[in-house]
C-alpha cells in the first residue's frame, strides 16, 4: 500500500516546548516538494512519549490538514497500554490519517502471545491500515517473526517497520511473503534492504535529506543498485551521526540548521551536544544538504 521513503517527521517546537504550527507548515511542504513518498506523523521520531493525547491527534490533524491529500500521512499510535492505543488509532482515524504506525508496548515486556493479541484486538477494533513497528532496542521488546507472521494473516495489518536487523527484514519477507509488506526502519540498512525486497524505509534521514531518501528509495525498488548504493554512500555518515545522541536529539538539530524549524525539544531530551555539532554538520555537507 505505501513505498518509498516515508519520513519519521520531527515535531516541532519553541525553546519552551510549545508546539510551533507554523514550522509544522513548513516541514511539510518540505516534504510535499522534495519528493517524501509519506510522512509519520507523532511517531517516536515525533517525541510521542512527551505529547499528550490531545497535542498528539491534533498534531495528526494538522499534517492530515497541511498535506491536503498530496502525501499520505500514517499516524504514530503506538503505546504500552492497549486502550491508550486503541484510543489513539480510532482518533487518527477520524482525523483523516491514512494509516497508523504501532510501536511494540515498551516497558511492561509482554510475551508474544501478549503482543498478538494487542495487536488483533486494536486492528479488529479500528478498520484503518495497521503498520507494526519492532525497535527492540529501544522498547526492551521484540516482536519475534512468528508472531508478525501470525498477525499477517489480520486483514488490515498491512505492513511492519522492523529496525533491527537485515537478517531479520529477510526472514520476515520469507516467512510473510505478500501478505505483509516490510519496511526497514533503519536507514543504514534501507537501500539493501529494498533491494531485496523491502517496500520501503521509515526514516530519520529523510528529515535532512528527503529529495536524496526519495531517489535512493526509487532506485532500490527497481533493483538499480548502481544508483542506490551511490546516492545511499553519500548518506552513509548522516545515517550514523544522527544516533550520535538519542533520536531525536541530532536531527532535531539538523532540522534546525536547515532554518526550518526552531531548537526546541522536551526533557528529559535535551539539544545536542556542540562537542557532536562539527560532525553532524560535515555529515550534511557530505550528503549535500547544506
Given at each position: 500500500?505505501?513505498?518509498g521513503?516515508?519520513v ?16 509544522l ?11 517524501t513518498d509519506?510522512i509519520?506523523?507523532?511517531g ?27 502525501t499520505?500521512v500514517?499516524?504514530g ?7 491508550e492505543?486503541?484510543h ?12 497508523c504506525?504501532?510501536?511494540t508496548p ?12 494487542h495487536y488483533?484486538?486494536?486492528a ?10 519492532n525497535?527492540p532496542?529501544r522498547?526492551?521488546c ?9 498477525l ?6 498491512i505492513?511492519?517497520?522492523e ?5 531479520r527484514?529477510?526472514e520476515?519477507?520469507r516467512r510473510?511473503g ?5 519496511y ?11 533491494l531485496g ?14 529529495r536524496a531518501?526519495h531517489d ?6 527497481a ?13 552513509a ?21 536547515l ?8 526533557l ?11 560532525a553532524?554538520?560535515a ?8
Amino acid at each position: 500500500m505505501f513505498r518509498g521513503s516515508m519520513v519519521a517527521l520531527v515535531t516541532p517546537m519553541r525553546a519552551d516546548g510549545s508546539l510551533d504550527f507554523e514550522a509544522l507548515a513548513r516541514l511539510v511542504e518540505f516534504h510535499v516538494e522534495n519528493g517524501t513518498d509519506a510522512i509519520i506523523a507523532v511517531g517516536t521520531t515525533g517525541e510521542s512519549a512527551t505529547l499528550d493525547f490531545e497535542e498528539h491527534i491534533t498534531v495528526v490533524r494538522k499534517i492530515v490538514e497541511l498535506a491536503r491529500g498530496r502525501t499520505p500521512v500514517i499516524a504514530g499510535t503506538g503505546a504500552n497500554s492497549t486502550t491508550e492505543a486503541l484510543h489513539l488509532t480510532q482518533r487518527a482515524m477520524e482525523v483523516g490519517a491514512d494509516a497508523c504506525l504501532l510501536v511494540t508496548p515498551y516497558y511492561n515486556k509482554p510475551t508474544q502471545e501478549g503482543l498478538y493479541r494487542h495487536y488483533k484486538l486494536i486492528a479488529d477494533s479500528v478498520a484503518i491500515p495497521q503498520i507494526l513497528y519492532n525497535v527492540p532496542g529501544r522498547t526492551a521488546c521484540d516482536l519475534k517473526p512468528e508472531t508478525v507472521e501470525r498477525l499477517a494473516d489480520v486483514p488490515n495489518i498491512i505492513g511492519i517497520k522492523e529496525a533491527s536487523t537485515l537478517e531479520r527484514i529477510h526472514e520476515l519477507r520469507r516467512r510473510c511473503g505478500d501478505r505483509l509488506d516490510v519496511y526497514s526502519g533503519d536507514d543504514g540498512i534501507a537501500a539493501e534492504a529494498m533491494l531485496g525486497g523491502a517496500k520501503g524505509v521509515i526514516s530519520v534521514t529523510a528529515n535532512v535529506a528527503p529529495r536524496a531518501m526519495h531517489d535512493m528509495s526509487v532506485a532500490a525498488l527497481a533493483g538499480d543498485h548502481a544508483q542506490a548504493e551511490a546516492i545511499d554512500g553519500r548518506l552513509a555518515e548522516l545515517h550514523k551521526v544522527l544516533f550520535l545522541e538519542s533520536n531525536p536529539i541530532p536531527v532535531k538539530w539538523a532540522v534546525g540548521q536547515l532554518g526550518l524549524i526552531p531548537p526546541g525539544i522536551r526533557l528529559p531530551l535535551v539539544p545536542l551536544s556542540e562537542s557532536f555539532q562539527p560532525a553532524v554538520r560535515a555529515a550534511m555537507q557530505q550528503a549535500g544538504v547544506i
